[in-house]
């Protein structure tokens, strides 16, 4: 692992730290998006890096609704993860199919977190 990907690694704990004492499901849905990067970390598979950080970057806007607009701003840097992941798949030749089945994928866990969302309001 290089230096940026520990340094988001570390910032996702700490956005563990913080869901925490915000409330129940945002730390648990938290804790196993945090697994999903570091397994994909681990294993240095680019696609479940995609999936990973894909996620992160539209759930945690919705795991922090409590602050408003600063849920936005805190997903900012998985959005740079995500967009260096894939610009690293287009250099490798890889197909599109594969890449609309993971949107496809993060879609489905970011609706899961909207229905979710208001059961713990």
């Known amino acids: 692992m290089n230096m940026?990907?520990?340094s988001v690694v570390a910032y996702t704990a700490a956005l563990l730290l913080?869901?925490?004492f915000i409330n129940t499901v945002s730390f648990i849905?938290?804790?196993?998006?945090f697994t999903l990067q570091l397994l994909?970390?681990?294993r240095n598979t680019l696609k479940l890096k995609i999936?990973?950080?894909f996620t992160l970057f539209f759930s945690i806007p919705l795991f922090f609704?409590?602050?408003g607009i600063v849920g936005v701003v805190l997903s900012?840097?998985?959005?740079?993860m995500f967009i260096n992941n894939i610009s690293k798949l287009f250099s490798k030749r890889a197909t599109m199919g594969f890449l609309r089945t993971k949107v496809k994928i993060g879609y489905s866990v970011y609706a899961s977190s909207i229905i979710a969302l208001?059961?713990?309001i």
């Open 51 to 53: 999936i990973a950080y």
């Open 40 to 42: 994909s970390e681990f």
């Open 29 to 33: 849905a938290l804790l196993l998006l």
């Open 76 to 80: 900012t840097p998985y959005f740079f």
């Open 4 to 6: 940026k990907t520990i």
């Open 118 to 120: 208001p059961i713990t």
């Open 65 to 67: 609704t409590v602050y």
């Open 18 to 20: 913080i869901a925490y």
